[in-house]
């Protein structure tokens, strides 16, 4: 049996493009003990792999050349010579961009059993699953909002910022996003029920942005979730509170090698800021609340989340690029089977 | 009986000079019930002044104009209707750049009798006060320094730093300090014990500051304490460690208004950091745990401190000017009495 997968073959300098990567066609192994094959339905596409296909140091990997892109997956056991999964299993793991994956489900945390019954298998890469947890992590551990509170989030429309939202909002927060275009915006604030969004592409200069937020949280900012870095985190620290908390999730703005100076870091001295960097992966210890959390507000309806999907593995490389550029509206997939 | 006291009498912009003080007679009032009259014996100068001498947002409430300047002091009660406090008492409290303090002592907290049995009465305005404790709690509390890792201070021979590198030490860390001149580098490193002291005026640009890091830090650095903000904080940053806290407690760099940005804040992520700012007036819980540990350390000699003494109340704005400049070596006090 033929697999397809895509490679890095070669490291962008500057903006990424669909040179970088090559579909290439590979057989199947053969199953050794232990194993099982995965079919993938989905591929998860997010922006922290922009960051590996850099050569630089990161707190990942970089991305080797000439093999196959790291990725989120969910699917089917398809065949299996290990006695925890049997045919027709889902699972979610990091089956990469490949239409199958040889997985040594021996090792512990490679792959994840998931019940479809109330959850759609699709969500596990997106609400219920790594971008979920994320916001969760992120926004329970280090913003941790009181009711009353006003919590930002860019990147809002998106899988990681669009829960940030909610689940500040279930805590009794104030929840303002940022996003790109009034059509994101609409949707966060009537769909999310966030209480505002600010359009950045409108306030596409500091103090235009400083307006916007002032206007959009007269109490200030008590937490932010920041995912892009730049000119709109410069506004938002402007406007943050005494005590406030930043979970630094991601700096987007800088990841084609743009310098993105912080302004006026004094702020975070003159308001007793808490600055804290964080990796999903290393709070393991958060992810059984988060997805218990996450998995009973998406099978109730509460959570409400959003997919671009793009059809075939050869249209990831373009949907990634789109995805970095804001063109996705929620969670980025490939859909592969 | 006539007090000396000296007001702030115009706001700097820029560079603060002695036209900003004025030295200013007025008559001392008479007690009323409660209140005590403080004879000061030392007048403690710290960076922090520098920030209430201008009018914009910061944590403390701006010095007012035509008011005698605030500040922290050692003195002896010599007239009482307090039935706390008898003539003869040594206390601390915030007596302001004056010759003499009326204190309404029945407010808990604003002064506090010091016995000086052990340790001197001017060291509770520096290693066993204010700037001693802001050292403790930035140290214990963020940096949380574990035996092995690499804590750097910059100001490093100061009343804080000074005491920053010293409690790193007693709790099994590397010690590397940052200070101006080869004398200072030196008390810093033979007296105070330090690992390294790195010259700040031998390495004045960002590229030799971060070779000179890179040297006196050969496993990086787990913990950053600090003071002066710009190209050094970009410095320290290039070689934070995974997981390394930055207390921060002071950008004198910035404090006439000189633009201070960070160069590099996604270093925060990619290193998962945690930068927190502070003000030691907010961590009342820490003083005892802090002032034991200080005051042991001083009355046993475990711990050194050095001071700089201008000489009556007249020479406090020049003292002050050179305080900013670095010009002062240890800890800067002005004798009243």
New interface residues.
Partial sequence: MMNQQIHLVSRPTGEPSTANFQLVEAPVPDLADGQVLVKNHYLSLDPYMRGRMNDG???AQPQLLNTTMGGGTVGEVVASKNAGYAVGDKVVGMGGWQLYSVVDASQPGVLRKVDTTHVPLSAYLGAVGMPGVTAWVGLVTIIDPKPGETVVVSAASGAVGSMVGQLAKARGARAVGIAGGAEKCDYVVKELGFDACIDHRAHSDFKSMSQALKEACPNGIDGNFENV?GMI?DAVLMRAN?FSRVA????IS?YNGE????????L????????????VS?HMQHWPAALAELGQGIATGKYKHRETIANGLAAAPEAFLGLLKGKNFGKQLVKLA
């Fill in positions: 140091k990161s707190y870095g985190l005494a630094m999730c991601g700096m800088g310098p993105i100076p912080l302004a006026a870091p004094q975070i001295l003159v308001n007793r800021m808490k600055v804290q960097g964080f990796i290393e």
